[in-house]
Structure formats: structure tokens, C-alpha cells
């Protein structure tokens, strides 16, 4: 699953790209996103490898695999950026394409 991330965050890459190349393609990239971000909520409900690796007693926490770290890093990362899409479709803030 953690490959299948990484291959979402080419695809959102290749999206992204796209767009700078169009500007007219801003509604596709956001539907597009959207789908990709989805896929990586679901893919990190739905992990079925070891989620949590060895337990550190001086910070009383447990660290994630990383497997399943790359998951749930590709998901924050890739909402953050539905987010700037949505500001820049609404007209909000246009940052992301600057």
C-alpha cells in the first residue's frame, strides 16, 4: 500500500504540472485531488500491515512504521494541497499557482 502512495503522489505531481502548463485545467486538478486524497483516507483506514512500531519510554509514544508513516504523510500532504486547490478555484488565495 505504501508503494500505491507514493504512486497517488506521482499522479497528483503529474496533475499539479499539468495545470501549470493549462491554467485552464483548475477544475480537474481540484476533482482530481479530490479522488487522490479520498484514496489515501481510505488506504489509511483500511491498512492491514503493523501500524505502530517499537514503544519509547522516554517520550511515552508510539512511532509509526514506515509504511504506514508514508500513508498517512502522502494524506497530509495531499489534503493540504485539495485545500490551496479549493482557495484557488474559489478565488480566495491564489498561492499554489504563483
Do not use: E
Amino acid at each position: 500500500m505504501s508503494v500505491t502512495a507514493l504512486l497517488l503522489d506521482a499522479a497528483a505531481f503529474g496533475t499539479y504540472w499539468l495545470q501549470t502548463q493549462a491554467a485552464g485545467l483548475y477544475v480537474f486538478g481540484v476533482i482530481a485531488q479530490g479522488v487522490i486524497t479520498l484514496a489515501l483516507l481510505i488506504m489509511t483506514f483500511t491498512y492491514k500491515g503493523k501500524r505502530f512500531g517499537w514503544f519509547n519510554f522516554q517520550t511515552w509514544a508510539h512511532n509509526f512504521t514506515i509504511r504506514y508513516a508514508v500513508i498517512v504523510l502522502s494524506l497530509i500532504v495531499n489534503a493540504v494541497v485539495l485545500f490551496l486547490y479549493v482557495l484557488n478555484v474559489t478565488g480566495t488565495n491564489s498561492l499554489i499557482f504563483r
